[in-house]
């Protein structure tokens, strides 16, 4: 078949008469136990080709990180007011291993203290 | 897998740029490496075996065809689904490494086929390698000649078949020119090759005549 106007690498070989017999030849199937085995082992083939072409597609396409889901503010949290928010960031900033990123505070607004310190109070959970 | 875990086998500095094929790419082999597509190589690898040599057989067809996909997946052999179908370039992959096998083999006669690394093809490059008439062409073969000698003289109560390897002898190659050549109808076409399939399988297996046989 030829496309694109380019010679596909088929139509520039040479052949031995006997080598042209045998592309013929081997479009007949002539032995049904041979047939059997050929099924199982095409099979086995496809599962690996598979696996493979599955490797290339992913490495075209790697896998998006999935994105953190942000933590759950429990009712408590919303219960508090501004201050009552910062007092308690107050208490967590004591801990050790917390440090937060946020130098300036009063630039965030109350929903994003609330989920600061839900963040925080979650992370500390997992750790303990 | 990955395309790029080690450099082609024509560039072994790995200057040449790792193969990643694109999502086309990825559909088409995908699309075209049919159950029968497979099958029909694994039948032409397995003929070849006839003709490489020892008991291989099966073993020699399977292996040959896995090591064929594997380095078109890798890009260790350039495959171009705009210039080509998959299948006829697996074929013509196949010949030119069975090629290499039955004349390793025909060279080092006690060393088995297996002891021939399958990945070290030297045809990276099929248009390369065909242009520059590199692992064939097989046509004045003595050793084949008399194979085919020996299937003419099978086929001698048989006109059709008898026809059919004539117009093969005379250069006719796909199935119109056979038919032609020979003037067989479809029919007879298909009845002649299904026999010329039954008295191959019945060649002598393994090795093709060395001269001392003969």
Same mark, same amino acid.
């Given at each position: 078949?030829?496309?694109?106007?380019?010679?596909?690498?088929?139509?520039?070989?040479?052949?031995?008469?006997?080598?042209?017999?045998?592309?013929?030849?081997?479009?007949?199937?002539?032995?049904?136990?041979?047939?059997?085995?050929?099924?199982?082992?095409?099979?086995?083939?496809?599962?690996?080709?598979?696996?493979?072409?599955?490797?290339?597609?992913?490495?075209?396409?790697?896998?998006?990180?999935?994105?953190?889901?942000?933590?759950?503010?429990?009712?408590?949290?919303?219960?508090?007011?501004?201050?009552?928010?910062?007092?308690?960031?107050?208490?967590?900033?004591?801990?050790?291993?917390?440090?937060?990123?946020?130098?300036?505070?009063?630039?965030?607004?109350?929903?994003?203290?609330?989920?600061?310190?839900?963040?925080?109070?979650?992370?500390?959970?997992?750790?303990? | 897998?990955?395309?790029?875990?080690?450099?082609?086998?024509?560039?072994?500095?790995?200057?040449?740029?790792?193969?990643?094929?694109?999502?086309?790419?990825?559909?088409?082999?995908?699309?075209?490496?049919?159950?029968?597509?497979?099958?029909?190589?694994?039948?032409?690898?397995?003929?070849?075996?006839?003709?490489?040599?020892?008991?291989?057989?099966?073993?020699?067809?399977?292996?040959?065809?896995?090591?064929?996909?594997?380095?078109?997946?890798?890009?260790?052999?350039?495959?171009?689904?705009?210039?080509?179908?998959?299948?006829?370039? +697996?074929? #013509?992959?196949?010949? /030119?490494?069975? &090629?290499?096998? =039955? @004349?390793?083999? %025909? *060279?080092?006669?006690?060393?088995?086929?297996?002891?021939?690394?399958?990945?070290?093809?030297?045809?990276?490059?099929?248009?390369?390698?065909?242009?520059?008439?590199?692992?064939?062409?097989?046509?004045?073969?003595?050793?084949?000649?008399?194979?085919?000698?020996?299937?003419?003289?099978?086929?001698?109560?048989?006109?059709?078949?008898?026809?059919?390897?004539?117009?093969?002898?005379?250069?006719?190659?796909?199935?119109?020119?056979?038919?032609? +050549?020979? #003037?067989?109808?479809? /029919?007879?076409? &298909?009845?002649? =090759? @299904?026999?010329? %399939? *039954?008295?191959?399988?019945?060649?002598?297996?393994?090795?093709?005549?060395?001269?001392?046989?003969?």
């Amino acid at each position: 078949m030829k496309r694109n106007g380019k010679r596909p690498s088929n139509e520039t070989d040479s052949l031995h008469p006997l080598e042209t017999l045998l592309a013929h030849v081997s479009e007949e199937s002539v032995d049904p136990v041979d047939d059997a085995r050929a099924d199982v082992w095409a099979c086995g083939v496809r599962a690996k080709l598979d696996t493979q072409l599955a490797a290339l597609r992913r490495q075209l396409n790697p896998a998006r990180p999935t994105p953190r889901r942000a933590a759950r503010i429990s009712d408590e949290l919303i219960a508090l007011d501004r201050e009552e928010l910062l007092a308690r960031l107050a208490v967590l900033r004591k801990i050790p291993e917390v440090q937060i990123a946020h130098l300036e505070l009063s630039g965030l607004t109350t929903d994003d203290l609330r989920q600061l310190v839900a963040e925080i109070e979650a992370t500390e959970r997992t750790q303990a | 897998m990955k395309p790029d875990e080690q450099p082609p086998e024509d560039d072994p500095g790995g200057l040449r740029a790792p193969f990643v094929p694109s999502e086309a790419w990825i559909e088409a082999f995908d699309a075209q490496c049919t159950d029968r597509t497979l099958k029909a190589l694994r039948r032409y690898a397995a003929s070849w075996a006839r003709l490489v040599g020892g008991d291989t057989g099966n073993d020699y067809g399977e292996e040959l065809v896995q090591t064929v996909l594997t380095d078109t997946l890798r890009g260790v052999i350039r495959w171009d689904p705009d210039v080509e179908e998959l299948e006829p370039h +697996l074929i #013509a992959i196949v010949r /030119l490494r069975a &090629r290499r096998d =039955r @004349r390793n083999a %025909a *060279r080092y006669e006690h060393v088995y086929i297996d002891a021939f690394d399958p990945d070290d093809s030297g045809f990276v490059d099929l248009e390369a390698a065909l242009t520059a008439g590199v692992g064939g062409p097989e046509q004045t073969d003595p050793l084949m000649d008399r194979k085919v000698a020996e299937l003419r003289a099978l086929v001698s109560t048989d006109p059709h078949a008898q026809r059919f390897l004539d117009a093969v002898r005379q250069g006719a190659i796909t199935k119109p020119q056979i038919m032609r +050549l020979a #003037a067989l109808t479809d /029919l007879e076409f &298909r009845s002649a =090759r @299904r026999r010329l %399939a *039954r008295l191959f399988v019945q060649l002598t297996p393994g090795r093709i005549l060395s001269t001392e046989e003969g």
